[in-house]
């Protein structure tokens, strides 16, 4: 069974249980998403009417993150295999690249955070639907001590 799998934060092999989980071929990929470099809304309030403005990555992350991904393919390479990389919305990414390699699971670490589960999600919902066959979704949450999943929804509770 070919897999792909795609790398967020968690840009390690020795301990990543992806790559464990017993796929023969495995192709893995990380993508620079644009709108992680673009200004958007905080949901926090200026004061003024407005809302504060932020960006995800600023360049002492990028210049880190380059540095982490450069070691990644190196890592890979040096066990046999490669790092497809890409630039662009994963939602678009993700599901193009799936049918072009024939794969029959995409793999990915879920990461905490509003704009995270939120994509998360969507590409689950693309890949089970969108895919000319059958692709199989697997995610696990290895960056956090409790699963997104089981922290509490309502907006109640946090207050």
Request: charged residues 25%.
């Amino acid at each position: 069974m070919a897999r792909l799998l795609w790398h967020r934060r968690d840009l390690r092999i020795h301990d990543n249980e992806l790559y464990h989980a017993g796929a023969h071929k495995v192709y893995s990929l990380f993508i620079f998403d644009p709108s992680d470099y673009s200004p958007r809304p905080t949901g926090i309030s200026d004061g003024k009417d407005g809302q504060l403005i932020s960006v995800t990555h600023g360049p002492h992350f990028t210049r880190r993150l380059l540095d982490a991904v450069h070691s990644l393919r190196r890592n890979l390479q040096s066990i046999g295999g490669n790092l497809i990389v890409r630039n662009g919305n994963p939602l678009e990414v993700i599901p193009q690249l799936a049918r072009e390699l024939q794969v029959k699971e995409v793999a990915w670490s879920e990461v905490p955070g509003y704009y995270e589960c939120s994509q998360s999600e969507k590409l689950k919902k693309m890949l089970l639907r969108e895919v000319p066959y059958r692709c199989n979704v697997y995610t696990t949450c290895s960056l956090t001590l409790v699963h997104p999943n089981d922290l509490p929804k309502d907006q109640f509770t946090w207050e």
